[in-house]
């Protein structure tokens, strides 16, 4: 549809960053949008990535920690959380994952989903469980359409999906 082309356009102009709700064209950084949705509780969803740019010193905000890919992993802590974070790691799972994935993330998640998935022609290859595997080469259109299917489901939870270079805090 138009609506999509001219958003999908906007992602691309704009650096790979999108939201939905009412903060304008852009979020801001992690904090600033922890702030603005007066989240108290997050779920920091990892698959081996790097830990979310989260301050930790804010005595207001319980940040809970959950990673599949860790050996220790058990279930996902708590029902609901007021903000999912994911770093990166989504670039690493079949296209058939994805999807379901970021359902998940949306589900789990009241006010915000908060997402980075670098860039596939910077993405170094992952070891997990002393496996080296490779991230699957999708576009930021692709992205974005999963992205906007999984919060369209939600319409009270915002979202920000960064497309770019591993490693990077903006």
Do not use: N
């Not at 081996?48 to 930790?56: E, T, V």
């Not at 207001?60 to 770093?87: C, I, K, N, T, Y």
């Not at 998940?104 to 998640?109: D, K, M, S, Y």
């Not at 989903?113 to 080296?132: E, I, K, L, T």
Request: with cysteine; proline share 5%; glycine share 10%.
């Amino acid at each position: 549809s138009r609506s999509f082309l001219a958003r999908a356009e906007r992602l691309r102009r704009e650096g790979g960053r999108s939201e939905s709700g009412d903060f304008g064209d852009t979020a801001g950084t992690l904090d600033d949008l922890i702030s603005r949705t007066q989240a108290r509780r997050v779920l920091e969803f990892g698959l081996g990535a790097a830990p979310a740019p989260i301050r930790r010193d804010r005595r207001d905000l319980d940040v809970a920690h959950f990673d599949p890919a860790a050996e220790s992993a058990q279930d996902v802590p708590g029902p609901r959380f007021d903000g999912v974070v994911s770093m990166g790691g989504l670039q690493y799972l079949w296209d058939g994952d994805v999807g379901w994935t970021v359902e998940e993330l949306f589900a789990r998640a009241e006010r915000f989903v908060y997402v980075r998935v670098p860039d596939h022609a910077r993405a170094r290859d992952a070891a997990v469980d002393g496996r080296a595997i490779k991230s699957a080469p999708r576009d930021e259109f692709w992205w974005f359409a999963c992205f906007e299917a999984a919060g369209a489901r939600y319409p009270q939870v915002h979202w920000r999906v960064e497309l770019g270079q591993p490693g990077s805090t903006e």
